[in-house]
């Protein structure tokens, strides 16, 4: 069978010599699948080194072996930039900890995990901008789930308020900064998030139904999309989350409030660092007991103190108990991943709120927005680096962004 | 003719009273047009003013005007949330300039003319990221346009080049930070930036087809996607507009070379401030004439001197006057919209380069590219609100960004 004339570029990830014939993976970075190259004896395989880049011209053929469709039968390789196997961090076939790869952010993504990773991260991000903007067109106005404009602005709910009193619905990902000075396995100085802010809308069941819906559709989206990138992290970095996740996705996500979670809290036969107590923030650990007490699936705690939460965060009017329309969404593995708030609309409670706290005068604009042909609105905020650890169950954030940047390090 | 049943929210664009009906045009921000109300005399016209916010429920049936297909017969309207008229700083009816309404930066998204700037903002974004990550799937391995992760990373060329060396062909799109202390229609303090990377990829040719095709592929979506706001624009804004985009994009671009185009300022007519001369930068009265003079054609500008370049730009080894593979594209109207180059992938020339400016030990971790597996490369820089400028004819860079940030000014 004739072959057809190929040419691929890659890097070698894997050489192999058998009796007259040399195999070679070469990967480009397109998907976790190598091309396999067959090259014969008249090939220096001195030169055709693990990591090295090549050209490869050939003809491609079906492979005889059951592990692939096709290979590329070598007619001429060219080494295109050698590789110092002796300096190369990396060694061929040795399974290298996260931990060692972290030491090297200008070469990690030349490995399959973090490849795979990588791949995911930019399915995900893709399929984000998909369920927020779905290329139909609308002719006539109607009730579209979310038909907005895409801001790729700086990333502040504040600013998306503004947003959402003329274009309805709106959404933004980028780059977030925190100056948090943790070392913990969920937290950078530099991370990414996806916010939305819903003009009209009312209730909080509204908002939770696009959260979950947005968890759920970009979680199917990149399981179909990159299944074997998906298939390694959960083989080989998180034995289980393959059906932890399947667990996650075909449930529908709890609703609890917070008054109900510090009663589960405090009737938990669990000790606690924290005392849980009505009114104070729940901690790490309190949002693992309450996972886990719900069966393992994602929940929502609704209905926070006023308190503990901003001003801008819809008041509920209740009492004694007094609480604003706020919620988290706390997930399996990684805790706090989602939190959103209906805003307060109503011109003469956010007054007296921003009164109390001195803030009148800065936030005079923000009032305005109130002055103006005010709605009732609300919108949340996702973590996106936690939402990549919580589908892959990958254990370090450091692991899912290509260049971490955290308290004390900023190697690249 | 019975109509369907239809809610719509937005606000009040419009009040125009005739005999004994009203008709209101409600808008919800997912297009320039309003959706026209009729409502009998029954409804209050004080309560409903220009700026309101409401909520209309009724029957969309069959306009009779030509203006629109349909219109909604109000049988409920209930207003949201008014509009003090008074201190509202956008008249009904009044044309406000762009200045004035960029002291408004939380108001000005109400507005005909930056609803319009937005939505075409927003398909742009869209157009750019489907050009980098178009969605069929690849199942052999094969030569695609550009088949790679989206990485919506921190900016920097650098960082996109340890990238490539994995996934051949990467690009990233967001805000990007200069401390430039510039006062100028076309610097902001806090821009967005599109950057790509492609390895393998060895001409300045090859390089230049990808960002012609970026900018043509990017206009002409836009253009089919939202053709009401483009026109928009191009009407009250930049009368002639409309041809000059027509114009720049049936035309292919002109290529010249850094020589060549100091010889065309050395015999230009024109005095310009800064006497052209080789080895000097080009200023913007030098890029505009350049354009004027090749015809109102976006222009690329190739091998530049050595020495006003950065040291990663790949070096043409030419003489005795010394030039690196570097690429600008100057456009109508903006000037310099792209910057570009091959990178250095040879690691001797490389080291020579760090060596001399000193930089060796800072840089090691770049060098280390070229030692494991270095493939030729280049990429390029675009930046976004300059793009914007230039297909919509906007003279003021802070028109085209949701909240600009520019030297001693961040009102939001």
Redesign the interface.
């Known amino acids: 069978m004739k072959g057809l004339v190929?040419?691929?570029?890659?890097?070698?990830r894997s050489v192999r010599s058998q009796k007259e014939v040399l195999f070679l993976h070469v990967n480009?970075?397109?998907?976790l699948e190598s091309?396999q190259v067959v090259a014969d004896s008249s090939f220096d395989s001195r030169e055709l080194a693990f990591?090295?880049?090549v050209?490869v011209q050939g003809q491609?053929v079906k492979s005889p072996s059951k592990k692939q469709?096709?290979e590329l039968k070598a007619e001429k390789i060219e080494v295109?930039?050698?590789?110092?196997a002796k300096?190369?961090p990396f060694k061929y076939k040795e399974r290298h900890p996260l931990e060692y790869l972290r030491q090297y952010?200008?070469?990690r993504?030349?490995t399959n995990v973090?490849?795979s990773v990588?791949?995911v991260?930019?399915?995900a991000?893709?399929a984000i901008?998909s369920f927020f903007?779905p290329s139909s067109?609308?002719k006539?106005?109607?009730?579209?789930f979310f038909?907005?404009?895409?801001?790729?602005?700086?990333s502040g709910q504040l600013?998306l308020e503004?947003?959402s009193?003329?274009?309805?619905q709106v959404f933004t990902?980028?780059?977030t900064f925190r100056a948090e000075n943790s070392q913990s396995r969920r937290h950078l100085a530099?991370f990414?998030m996806v916010e939305a802010e819903i003009?009209?809308l009312e209730s909080l069941q509204d908002l939770m139904q696009v959260m979950e819906s947005l968890f759920k559709t970009t979680a199917m989206t990149v399981l179909s999309?990159c299944p074997k990138d998906v298939e390694l992290c959960h083989k080989f970095l998180a034995p289980g989350q393959k059906d932890r996740l399947e667990h996650m996705l075909k449930n529908n996500f709890l609703i609890i409030s917070y008054t109900e979670a510090v009663e589960i809290l405090k009737q938990a036969s669990q000790n606690f660092t924290f005392t849980p107590e009505w009114g104070a923030d729940l901690h790490t650990e309190h949002e693992k007991y309450l996972v886990k007490h719900c069966g393992d699936i994602p929940v929502f705690v609704i209905n926070y103190p006023l308190v503990l939460k901003p001003f801008y965060m819809r008041d509920n009017e209740d009492g004694p108990q007094h609480t604003v329309a706020a919620v988290d969404l706390l997930v399996p593995g990684v805790g706090e991943l989602f939190g959103g708030s209906l805003r307060e609309?109503r011109y003469h409670l956010l007054e007296q709120r921003l009164a109390r706290l001195g803030l009148t005068e800065a936030y005079q604009?923000?009032l305005?927005?109130?002055?103006?042909?005010?709605?009732?609105h609300g919108g949340f905020g996702m973590g996106f680096e936690r939402y990549l650890q919580c589908i892959l169950g990958i254990d370090n954030i450091k692991d899912v962004?290509?260049?971490p940047r955290f308290t004390h390090s900023c190697l690249?």
């Open positions: 190929h040419e691929t570029e890659g890097w070698i480009d970075g397109s998907s091309l990591g090295s880049s050209e491609l469709n096709v295109v930039g050698s590789c110092d300096a190369f952010p200008h070469l993504c030349r973090l490849g990588l791949r991260r930019s399915e991000t893709a901008h903007k067109k609308i006539v106005p109607e009730k579209n038909n907005i404009p895409v801001f790729l602005t700086v600013h503004v947003m009193g003329a274009f309805t990902f980028g780059p530099e990414y003009s009209f999309n609309e604009w923000y305005d927005l109130r002055r103006f042909g005010s709605v009732p962004i290509p260049f690249l």
